[in-house]
């Protein structure tokens, strides 16, 4: 859908005299900007630009020519810079033009004289075709460069019987006779081909050599003088005949080899009509197109591909030499396009050399036969429309011809379209008016033709039939649904530019009125032309013309135009004002690159001018926002691009300028819509600019029509804003947006517009779909968040909608009521089952209320289709409905056996009991149990088997009495079931309110709970012994517990045994209370017998304690270093296996790994707690000495011990006020000390042991800033790839790794003793 547009027209004067007879050889250093010419007998370097003469070398004076001798072919190599001359007589002359003094040597020479010469694209082998004679054949000769020497490879003749190495190979299938011939009839299957051999009057009988792009063949056409005619053959670089062109009549002269190397191009002239031909290396024929003239009214001289293989050129002229033309052609789609034709009616003008550039595939050469060469810059571009509220019209050149298709009501694929126009001269430029719906076509005969779109024609209209072929529809019943051009004026180009309208481009609408162009005159300078268009007299006048430096891309914006020169300097022309484009800063804007394409636009309502760089670079004002940007456009609310990586990007133009540098082609959250992938190669022909649609056009040259995420949104955000529901229903439903977008893009607006929301959609399918489509989610915070970014901070919390589904649902059943509720019943019954809790008893009492036994039998059916119709059927049970029960019973699958015996069966009962069994069938057994409450105590043994069997215990004791004897007997069981599920002392406390004391005191005594165990037994009448030794029983439960100041309670005050209470006392280390009791009861024996042994045998345990804690400690770290040592060295070197690893490859897995193993861990951890996950973690963490978690182990354990040294704080202090008061102080002393080494060692340990490098290893595994590869590199140091599994597994290694806490309170201390000290 591009178009080739001229760009720039350099004309440089060469200082030299030629006529149309002089030979001339030309070729380009494109390098340097110099282009080599050969003159009679001279051959000159000059300047391109400036058309200067820098060097002359005359072949005659330096004796390397003799008169008549002719140039016969020139090529320029680069790596040595010298220029290969190829003279007739035989001679190859080297002329190095690199250095200060001329070097000039013959290198090579063929005696038979030289016809052609062919260099191959790598510069290693040079073809050559000697000069015919009429006695020996022609001959090639293949010869190799050596440095600057010529050293032939192999030599050969042309005309030869053999077809080469790739000759076909016949099995006799698919003959002539047995094939179908179509119209031809059956005579075609016997009628043989006349060949008509001989070579046309109009070649010039010169042989013709080129190459493959990658140099492994080349071709050569010449006249086979044993047929009599042309011949295209083919060699390989070793010299090898591989196939030779079938037998074809007419062939011409001209040839060339694509570059991409599928095509040999050559012309071909029929009975009636003059065609361009296409061979494959093989020799078969591969197409054709036929040139846009009668028959013998032009020669083709010349075919020429450009370097990318994208552009065919041809260099034609009438047979009556009036004119020469230079056509160029393109391909897509298997259709020819014609892009350009350039006419030429002087001499003057005349190409005399013709040649691409082998750097710029856009750039021709053309050498005149006046001596000035001319530097003819192409480009590709696409005419879309773009004024606001046309069907987006695209227009493509196609010679005569320009193929129309609006996108905005059709997608036409290429090479069709919806209508085209038709010209009386090939369309050589064209502009859409940004200010009026209207287009000025500029054709190459110089006349401008100006079109308005109107959309008030009749398809059968004859004024239609004059002006538009319409393609897309004919016939009875179509219609057109597009506007259509309407030619509004044809002119004639003014006087002074129609003398050079082969070099007029860059036709730009200023206004409705005023058409802007460039044109170069004879003289190479380039001027900006501004004409006024009267439509009604039909007449272009030049109004101003002012002369400007050479323009790369033009656009217009605002009635004005803006321009870019070379240098990549934007300047802006109004009216007749000329200046600089400035930036907001005041400073001028110019582009890092000059760009090959411009628009303006605006960012955040600042206007910035995007370029697109022929180097794929995308710039916006001088910020460059992309490198790899192939195409870009403009939407109402964005910047489209396309990218090498092959994703189009959609860049909000809200976006302010400065924050535009920061964007990339990545997405930058999951949710992010505004990136999306196309196919590869993908360019923007145009998007709908307020719509949703933007036309792709893929390599090959078929479209696709998409519709980005992010314009939908964008779209579908406006239609809200403007309560347009409908269209954004459709919109969404179209392309599969969650309907749920639509109230939570503005609740409180949604809700207050609720009945405007039903009357706008209408349909009850689609209210359905969106009731159906309803969930809690807030989708502006999820899903498209992107959109949605700033909406947490413009909506306070306070304002965000609780319960969403069931308050819309609400609202939609309230207006459907309002509204018609018979009409909206179905959607009603929808909004009802939609609940968060479903509303299904409801939705059939609705349903049994409609009198209408129809529409009630409709609504049922469609209820049953959203609901489960065994759960229908449970609803309607439970409503104890019996007739409800018969209609949805009947709209299941349902065998009659199967329900209506226990419909009957439970008819036959009383009301509770009915409703009972009910419930108890629908397994709701809180309901059972209230209805079968009405039926105690006839019922009795029933509840309580309910309540045991379903273990509603409290229910039960709510429901029942309190004073009854059936509430005790529930009672009771529910003490029971807690003394058996081993729940002490809440089944005690159950027991003690049903005055069963024995009971009770059993549970307390298991419990501990001794103060409710006494509480009970002194209710119990039992004697002084007995109550004795329940006492003492609770008593030793207590020490089991370890609650010793409990027990020696009990054994002081109710069991009153002071003696047994200062022993327990003694025991449970509690020195303060043994020795008040001793004092108390004046018991001072008791602390030489056992008050003071217990001391010294709780300070040696202690001593013994922190030895052997601080011992293990000491041996842990040291071999802890050693190994944290080892699986460094390992994880080094697993680390730089990582990372010479590409990263794509763990990019592209990851997620797919991270899900596996999320999975994984969720499986396994079934009916695990995460404590008992955590203890089965450490089982594995193994202290034998290398084992694989051998580091974590030790972690572990010297974590325990610092910890259990710590926490002996407490019993050290009470230990040391004991000894002090029976005066040991020494001893206490070294208790003291010891203790207090042990701490110190344990603080100083920690920061050895938990080192930087072992506390964030585990903030390095994950993180914003982690990449895979980090993660996996900080895996492979800490050796615990495999115990990270799972998330259980990373829980507990990171609380091992985090260092213990060590208490830095020292109140423990004595001070008395630190004197001592």
Known sequence: MRNLILVDAILSKLDVSLTSETPVCFTVDSDNGHAYISLHEKVVLCDIHSGKILKTLDLLSEGLIKAGDVVVALHYRLDDMSLCIALSHGDIISWNTGGPVMQVEVIGSIAEG???????????????????????????????????????????????????????????????????HGSEGKDAATKKEVIQHGVRTTDDGKPRIRWIGDGRF??????????????????????????????????????????????????ITNKNKHQIAFFERNGLRHGEFTLPFSIDTVKVREVLWNTESNILCLWLEELNMTKTHVQLWTTKNYHWYLKQALEFHTEDTKPQHISWDQLDATVLYFFSSAGSLTKFTFDWITHANTYSGCDHEVAVVDGKKLLMTPFRVMTVPPPMCAYSLEFTSPVSSLSFCQSENKMAVLLNNGDVATYIFDNKFDLQSDELQKGVTVQAAGGTGFKINSSLPKLSATFKLPEELS??????????????????????????????????????????????????????????SKGRLVLQYNDGSVWVYTGNEYSAYQLGNGSNLVFPVACQSIQVCTFDDQEAVVGLSQRYRLFVNDKEIATNCTSFSIHDDFLL??????????????????????LSDGKTHIFDETVRRVERGSRIVTCVSDGTSVILQMPRGNLEGIHPRALVLSTVRKMLDRLAYKEAFLLMHRHRINMNLICDHDRKCFLQNVSLFIEQLQSTTYLNQFITDL??????????????????????????????????????????????????????????????????????????????????EEALKYLAFLVDVNELYDVALGM???????????????????????????????????????????????????????????????????????????????????????????????????QEKKRFEEAGVLYSQASYHQMAVSCFTESGSWQQAIISIQKLSLSSSK???????????????????????????YAEQPEEAITTLIEGHLWEDSLRLIERYDRADFIETDWKPAVEECRQQLLSDISGNLTDLLSHKERFLVVLQTNKSKADLIGEEFRDVDADMYSDTSSMTGGSAASTTHTRSTGRTSKNQKKAQRKKWSLKEGSKFEDLALLNEMKKLIERVDKLRDEVRSLLLAMVKVNQLQAATQLQEVYSNALSSAIALVPQVWSSEVVDSSAQLTGENSTVNSILESMAKLNISNSTSNATASAAELEVKRPPIISSDSTWKLSLLQKLM
């Open 218 to 267: 080349f071709a050569v056409s010449a006249v086979d003088d044993a047929v009599g005619a042309r011949k295209i053959r083919v060699w390989t670089r070793e010299g090898a005949l591989h196939s030779t062109s079938e037998s074809l009549s007419g062939l011409e002269q001209c040839l060339d080899w694509r570059p991409s190397g599928n095509l040999i191009t050559s012309s």
């Open 1027 to 1053: 109550r004795l030794d329940l006492i003492q029983k609770l008593s030793e439960k207590l020490k089991l517990m370890r609650k010793y100041m409990d027990s020696a309670t009990l054994l002081e005050v």
């Open 499 to 556: 003398s050079c309208a082969y070099s007029v481009r860059h036709l730009n609408w200023l206004s409705q009125t005023l058409l802007c162009l460039f044109r170069s005159d004879d003289s190479g300078r380039s001027s900006l032309c501004v004409l006024s268009v009267d439509e009604q007299n039909s007449t272009l006048r030049l109004e101003n013309e002012k002369n400007v430096d050479l323009v790369t891309a033009t656009c217009t």
């Open 641 to 662: 691009l396309t990218t090498h990586s092959h994703t189009i990007r959609c860049i909000n133009r809200a976006t302010p300028l400065n924050k535009l540098s920061s």
């Open 775 to 856: 969930h809690e989610e807030d989708v502006t915070q999820s899903m498209y968040t992107a959109f949605y970014c700033n909406r947490l901070k413009d909506v306070p919390p306070g304002q965000v909608l609780p319960n969403k589904v069931d308050t819309v649902c609400d609202a939609l059943i309230s207006s459907f009521q309002h509204l018609n509720s018979d009409k909206y019943l179905l959607c009603i019954l929808t909004a009802h089952v939609r609940k968060s809790t479903p509303q299904l008893e409801t939705a059939l009492q609705l349903i049994k209320s409609l009198k209408d036994i129809n529409k009630s």
């Open 114 to 180: 030289i016809a052609a010469m062919s260099w191959s694209p790598d510069g290693e082998l040079v073809v050559l075709f000697t000069a015919r004679d009429c006695n020996e054949p022609a001959s090639i000769y293949l010869l190799v460069c050596h440095g600057s020497e010529l050293e032939p490879l192999t030599d050969f003749t042309f005309c030869t019987d053999a077809f080469g190495e790739a000759e076909f190979v016949t099995v006799g299938w698919g003959k002539k006779e047995t094939q179908f």
């Open 880 to 978: 104890y409905d019996f007739d409800l029960v018969l209609m949805v019973a009947e709209k299941s699958q349902k065998d009659p056996k199967e329900y209506l015996l226990f419909l009957n069966h439970v008819r036959k009962l009383e009301s509770s009991y009915q409703k009972y069994t009910i419930d108890y069938h629908l397994k709701r057994y809180s309901k059972a149990l209230s209805h079968i409450s009405n039926c105690v105590p006839e019922r009795f043994t029933e509840l309580l088997s309910l309540v045991k069997e379903q273990r509603l215990y409290l229910e039960a004791m709510q429901i029942l009495p309190s004073a009854s004897q059936e509430r005790e007997e529930v009672v009771l069981a529910f003490a029971d079931y807690l």
